[in-house]
């Protein structure tokens, strides 16, 4: 590839992710939800009974960021705490019936973007797209990682 179509290449690529980026803050946003919100929500959806240890390792923050998360989803009614049957210095974090609505709304919005983004594509183009998508991700995450050996 010449370096002019790279460029091209390169800048359509950010403009994509950053596109995506402005559209779900702007969903979130509407819901009342900061993307750090959003994201400790999802994972309590997809992994009932965890704890805020379980948040802080998924997301790679510190347990104390993870804690305030918790907090904050906890104060907005989206989900609920409770000691746990296994380990009683721990507590487990439940999603309420709000955080799964809530969950639902996000996931519409998920969805309803991804049909806008792969508008106008055939089926085996989207399958196309989105294995290519991936190789591109695995070959410059595996990058990354070479770089900091």
Known sequence: MVYENAHQLGRLILKLANTLIKNRNRHLKALD???????????????????????????????????????????????????????????????TEKGMELGRTMAHNRERTVLR???GMTEEEQEIFYRLLQTAYENIKNEEKEMLS
């Open 33 to 95: 939800l900061t993307t750090s919100q959003a994201d400790s929500l999802q994972f309590f959806l997809a992994n009932p009974q965890s704890t805020v240890t379980d948040l802080k390792d998924y997301l790679e923050i510190t347990h104390q960021t993870a804690r305030g998360l918790v907090q904050r989803i906890e104060e907005k009614g989206l989900v609920t705490p409770s000691p746990s049957s296994i380990d009683g210095r721990c507590r487990t974090i439940s999603p």
């Open 117 to 119: 983004l792969l508008s």
